[in-house]
């Protein structure tokens, strides 16, 4: 004959009814942590991406001062202020609008986008005692409402045509 133990039953009962909670806590904190990580992961990955774009955009730009021929100038075409930066064949042009960084190879060509998310930008001379400098400075937006830092870049070139740009 088979005995019931009623008092033995009670008990799993109650064991369950504590582990359910338990184990619903530990599956809370186990999805929150992957959300976490998730979020971490795309920010790293954005932040890396728009770091690529940023150091991309200013050897770019070190290049079109590397070959230019004359002093770069400032004109404002519609609603953006255009840098033109002279060169053998052609002139290159930088601008800043709707917070993005442009280059355009040539006046008939369509604008590039290089960097986006750019606050400012500043384009200036840099004389030096025996060469004249040109910097490139853009802020970039920051990337979050938290951000403790906001990313600053500043590119120098020189031309390589010194003596022709006196």
């Not at 064949?89 to 355009?104: A, D």
Request: with cysteine; hydrophobic share 40%; net charge positive.
């Amino acid at each position: 004959m088979l005995h019931h133990k009623s008092g033995l039953s009670g008990i799993m009962l109650m064991q369950c009814l504590v582990y359910i909670p338990i184990m619903a806590l530990i599956v809370y904190v186990a999805v929150d942590a992957s959300v976490t990580l998730k979020d971490g992961t795309h920010s790293l990955q954005r932040g890396t991406m728009r770091l690529t774009q940023s150091m991309s955009a200013g050897e770019r730009w070190r290049e079109d001062i590397r070959s230019m021929t004359g002093k770069p100038t400032l004109k404002h075409e519609y609603e953006r202020e255009v840098h033109t930066i002279p060169g053998v064949t052609n002139s290159v042009q930088w601008s800043l609008f709707e917070g993005k960084l442009w280059r355009r190879a040539d006046e008939s060509r369509a604008w590039a986008k290089m960097v986006d998310r750019v606050k400012s930008i500043s384009i200036r001379e840099d004389k030096r005692e025996h060469v004249t400098a040109w910097v490139l400075d853009f802020e970039l937006k920051p990337g979050h409402a938290r951000a403790k830092l906001t990313p600053v870049y500043t590119f120098i070139a020189v031309p390589g045509h010194q003596e022709e740009l006196k």
